[in-house]
């Protein structure tokens, strides 16, 4: 790849050796990055709460101030999607692991080889470019949107928050797909507030586990007399979101013969309370969202066709939080503050080795999940910063049949068919993201990259 074609960094070299330092210096110049070159720990620490860096190359030993893992805890502190290199004579393994695991990208050891270093910041530079360019695209969005409720910016969930924009402004119903927890009310609601009803009300119903007649009250209301109890007139969803947004969750719970009432009010806007025959007019959007296969459920008679295409007018599918990893560490820290201003605690961040759990556990509960589990940790604390002691032991340590059932297939398997199937895995996992693996794996990129030709895994 020629200078001109690469992404161009913003980098501070740490390096005690002068000589040595030039040397990076004119290598990486020639690539086009812009480097800011200092001579100890201290000021490479200084430099980073002054300025702002997309990656940072620092000599792990740098005389008698801090140290390359210093001014990596200073990236982290300062500048958390920086992108950390070390450079180290010592090649021992428990150096370099831990700092993997405090976050840095990659390690090189010397004697240095330029070209090594140019292919190690050329990929670290296209990850910082991409992040930038999402970055900037996300906040977009939240200052033109309002979209900052919905936390994350990875390229799956920017296209539905595109998609969102899209069809907020058109009065057409949405069905909004995804399984329970991933956020489908968050998503309605930003829907509503984008359209042009955004000054009426958003109304909200959870269909599940409602029996017919009650579901029938609830979204029609009724009059006085209509049966015992009823001791006066209630305007049901349908009449309060009048003008505004109806959100129907988990629409597919819906019993069959409320589906044929529904699809009626949709074709007509009119709904007739329980005990009364005059309709009444509604002007009402209508919003749906379902973690079941509606398409399987019309082929089991279970959900009506003419319904189905009445309300899935366009559709929304959110991922599970399984497969958009890249949201889950700003969930985190998200989570963390709401939960310091709920509870009046003063959590001040994750360790990477809690940050790298939490990021490798399936999370079935999706976001909901998650958000549940770092409020608990918040709470239950004994440090500043939330750790793998804090971590629930169902994460943790998962139940024992899963771990037999996750182990036991590598038993009297060789240490090599053992790291194999570990990263295949791993790599399924995180639907190919080498980034999200190698943090997984407590690994550098380049080391995974070399792993993974090695084993021939290419995809």
Same mark, same amino acid.
């Given at each position: ?69 210093? @001014? ?195 074709? #007509? ?7 009364? #025959? ?12 379902? #973690? ?73 509960? #999706? ?10 940790? @918040? ?81």
């Amino acid at each position: 790849m020629e200078a001109s074609e690469q992404a161009a960094a913003d980098i501070l070299i740490v390096e005690d050796e002068v000589a040595h330092a030039e040397a990076i210096e004119e290598g990486l110049s020639r690539l086009g990055h812009r480097c800011t070159v200092v001579h100890d720990g201290a000021a490479g620490i200084a430099r980073l709460g002054a300025q702002a860096f997309d990656i940072v190359v620092t000599d792990l030993m740098l005389g008698s101030g801090p140290d390359g893992l210093a @001014v990596l805890a200073a990236a982290r502190e300062h500048a958390p999607a920086a992108k950390v290199i070390l450079v180290t004579a010592h090649s021992s393994v428990q150096t370099c692991r831990q700092a993997l695991q405090e976050g840095a990208f990659d390690y090189i050891e010397k004697p240095l080889d330029l070209d090594e270093l140019r292919a190690v910041v050329s990929r670290a530079a296209e990850h910082t470019a991409q992040r930038r360019m999402i970055r900037e695209l996300k906040q977009q969005l939240d200052e033109k949107y309002g979209f900052e409720n919905i936390i994350g910016a990875s390229p799956s969930m920017l296209k539905i928050l595109d998609t969102v924009r899209r069809v907020a402004a058109s009065d057409i119903p949405v069905l909004i797909l995804g399984e329970s927890g991933t956020g489908k009310e968050l998503l309605a609601g930003a829907i509503h507030a984008n359209s042009r009803r955004a000054d009426k009300r958003f109304v909200a119903i959870n269909c599940a586990g409602l029996s017919e007649t009650l579901l029938e009250d609830e979204l029609f209301g009724h009059v006085k007399g209509a049966y015992t109890g009823a001791i006066g007139e209630r305007a049901g969803r349908f009449e309060h979101a009048d003008g505004g947004t109806l959100f129907l969750d988990e629409v597919g719970d819906m019993p069959l013969p409320m589906q044929a009432k529904l699809l009626r009010v949709l074709e #007509n806007g009119e709904v007739v309370r329980v005990g009364s #025959n005059e309709p009444v007019r509604v002007n009402v959007r209508v919003l749906s969202a379902t #973690n079941s296969d509606l398409a399987e459920r019309v082929r089991a008679k279970e959900f009506r066709e003419d319904l189905y295409f009445r309300i899935k007018g366009a559709t929304i599918e959110i991922p599970p939080l399984r497969n958009r990893r890249d949201d889950i560490p700003p969930l985190i820290e998200h989570f963390i503050a709401r939960a310091n201003q709920t509870h009046r605690t003063k959590i001040k961040g994750i360790t990477p080795d809690a940050r790298r759990v939490l990021m490798a556990y399936p999370w079935p509960g #999706n976001v909901r999940q998650l958000r549940n589990t770092i409020e608990n940790m @918040v709470v239950l604390a004994s440090g500043d910063r939330l750790s793998v002691d804090d971590l629930p032991a169902e994460i943790h340590h998962p139940p024992h049949d899963l771990q037999d059932k996750q182990f036991g297939q590598l038993a009297g398997i060789s240490l090599e068919d053992a790291e194999k199937e570990l990263i295949r895995n791993t790599l399924k996992m995180t639907a190919g993201n080498r980034e999200q693996a190698a943090g997984i794996l407590g690994i550098g990129e380049r080391t995974l990259y070399r792993k993974i030709k090695e084993y021939g895994l290419q995809e």
